[in-house]
T-cell receptor
């Protein structure tokens, strides 16, 4: 069964605004990762947060993890048109290297 | 310098045919994967190899057979193609980690269309 559910499914904002995407999962995890997928391309890794971490930053990205609520959020600040893409969370339980992906959020950033 | 490459990028074929997709990574990673992404963008792992050994084999029909001739290559052969096999197939690689999944590097994908 699908491990992660993302919310919203689609998000449309204007350039310069912040975008927040949420991911919920069902079982205990080892790590949680966020990936971006531009249309017609492969996925690109954005950030990895471990289960014992609560927040992580990378450039304009801020990821939080709440293991008690089994949820994570990805915040993109000062969005740009180039941020238009689908964003996926992915979790692993520490078994092998298996990642289970969420359903994704389609972000549209307009000028 | 493409880190993870796949060929072909597009594959259009008739039902019942057999086809292969090739994947190569030049990152020196020990672990490689095949994923299937359906029309709703749902991405699901199919197989994973670590140093040429199969470590993940999800509930995939046995018409799908991965082959890893060396740790830099992981090919996917599909027999008796069906309409439902139409999807985008992604190859990926990562370092071998004993502590769980690490960052994965994805190829550009192969869009398979079965007519």
């Amino acid at each position: 069964s699908q491990q992660g559910e993302e919310d919203p499914q689609a998000l449309s904002i204007q350039e310069g605004e912040n975008a927040t995407m949420n991911c919920s999962y069902k079982t205990s995890i080892n790590n949680l990762q966020w990936y971006r997928q531009n249309s017609g391309r492969g996925l690109v890794h954005l950030i990895l947060i471990r289960s014992n971490e609560r927040e992580k930053h990378s450039g304009r990205l801020r990821v939080t993890l709440d293991t008690s609520k089994k949820s994570s959020s990805l915040l993109i600040t000062a969005s740009r048109a180039a941020d238009t893409a689908s964003y996926f969370c992915a979790t692993d339980t520490g078994t092998a290297s298996k990642l289970t992906f969420g359903t994704g959020t389609r972000l549209q950033v307009t000028l | 310098d493409t880190a993870v490459s796949q060929t072909p990028k597009y594959l259009v074929t008739q039902m019942g045919n057999d086809k292969s997709i090739k994947c190569e990574q030049n990152l020196g990673h020990d672990t490689m994967y095949w994923y299937k992404q359906d029309s709703k963008k749902f991405l699901k792992i199919m197989f994973s190899y670590n140093n040429k050994e199969l470590i993940i084999n999800e509930t995939v029909p046995n018409r799908f057979s991965p082959k890893s001739p060396d740790k830099a290559h992981l090919n996917l052969h599909i027999n008796s193609l069906e309409l439902g096999d139409s999807a985008v197939y992604f190859c990926a690689s990562s370092r071998d980690t004993s502590g769980g999944a690490d960052e994965q590097f994805f190829g550009p994908g192969t869009r398979l269309t079965v007519l």
